[in-house]
């Protein structure tokens, strides 16, 4: 039991360091641009990145985790992608401004999802306590909305065939995260009676 929580201790530490490099590689990227360019688009996912490398650090141990290798797989896929991502100096889709909007849309609804989250935040599909007040009264996984509105913005103002794949392959793997999370709440009846009254994963009415 002592060499178990060794390994967890261990498996803990390394996806707290492995967090904190892939955002110091993913600000040296953005910020870069956002000197060059002055593009906003770019600095605000920075932004919302830094969020999830801060709340690693201070999150809560967790009560009931999934550890199998498809939860992680998803995970580690959903958190490496953003790092990954390479601004271009190619026009995007739509003018800095409105992609800045519709990041800053995201942004919200992130900011708004860990301040109800707190320290319940965590990487590991888990359970760390049921939230269900704040933007979590319309969607199941405001914090993942948030991400995939600020996904599409970006997209749309670096359209590099690079960061298109890997943004797919980062949400695919942010919506199994998702339900991998459900997953282990599920027997939780403060939960059950949550899902009862919020229907709706990621989009309301869509999803």
């Known amino acids: 039991m002592i060499e178990t929580a060794r ?3 261990a498996n803990d530490l390394f996806a707290r ?3 904190g490099t892939l955002f110091a590689l993913m600000s040296i990227n953005l ?3 956002f000197m060059q360019t002055h593009r906003v688009t770019g600095l605000l996912l920075l ?3 830094a969020l999830v490398a801060v709340l690693t650090i201070v999150r809560r141990p967790a009560g009931v985790v999934d550890r199998s290798f498809g939860a992680a797989a998803v995970t580690m896929i959903s958190l490496i992608g953003p790092a990954l991502l390479r601004t271009s100096a190619g026009a995007g889709v739509f003018p800095d401004p409105l992609t800045a909007l519709i990041s800053c849309a995201g942004l919200m609804f992130v900011i708004a999802g860990k301040i109800a989250l707190g320290r319940s935040f965590g990487i590991a599909p888990a359970n760390r306590g049921v939230v269900i007040a704040g933007p979590y009264t319309l969607v199941r996984h405001p914090i993942y909305a948030g991400y995939l509105l600020s996904h599409v913005a ?3 103002a670096y359209p590099t065939a690079w960061n298109l ?3 797919a392959a980062t949400d695919v793997a942010l919506v199994l995260r998702a339900l991998c999370e459900e997953r282990v709440l599920a027997t939780d009846r403060t939960y059950q009676l949550y899902c009862n009254r919020v229907a709706w994963h990621l989009v309301p009415g869509v999803f």
């Open 17 to 19: 360091l492995a967090v």
């Open 165 to 167: 794949a890997i943004l």
């Open 154 to 156: 970006f997209a749309c």
């Open 47 to 49: 932004v919302s990145e």
């Open 31 to 33: 910020t870069s641009d």
């Open 7 to 9: 390994r967890r201790l």
